[in-house]
């Protein structure tokens, strides 16, 4: 599978699991989100990649921060960075 791909299959499984976690179906979560249940739909399907204010709304609705982690590319040994922690409420 291509990266890019995979990147968005990882997104689109992060998006259902918060839904879950939230005991919602689609209609209800998108409510919820404040955006409509196609667009949900188009996300957990991986057909489309979120922008960071819509995937902020998504966690803050779920109840959960975002953690952004810096990683180094494959066979390079960088510094460690430290995870950048923002409250969802500070993205919306």
């Known amino acids: ?3 890019k791909l995979k990147s968005e299959f990882q997104c ?3 998006v259902i699991a918060l839904r879950k976690a939230s005991r919602l179906n689609q209609w209800d979560f998108a ?3 404040g955006i409509k249940q196609p667009q949900l ?3 957990e399907s991986g057909k489309q990649v979120p ?3 819509t995937l902020a709304k998504l966690v803050r609705s779920a109840g959960y921060d975002v ?3 810096f990683v180094a590319p494959k066979g390079k040994r960088w510094h460690k960075v430290e ?3 923002i409250s969802a409420k500070e993205l919306v």
Request: proline share 5%.
């Open 1 to 3: 599978m291509q990266t």
């Open 12 to 14: 689109a499984k992060q």
């Open 31 to 33: 409510k919820l989100v």
């Open 41 to 43: 739909a188009w996300i």
């Open 51 to 53: 922008k960071i204010e």
């Open 67 to 69: 953690e952004i982690c």
């Open 83 to 85: 995870p950048l922690r």
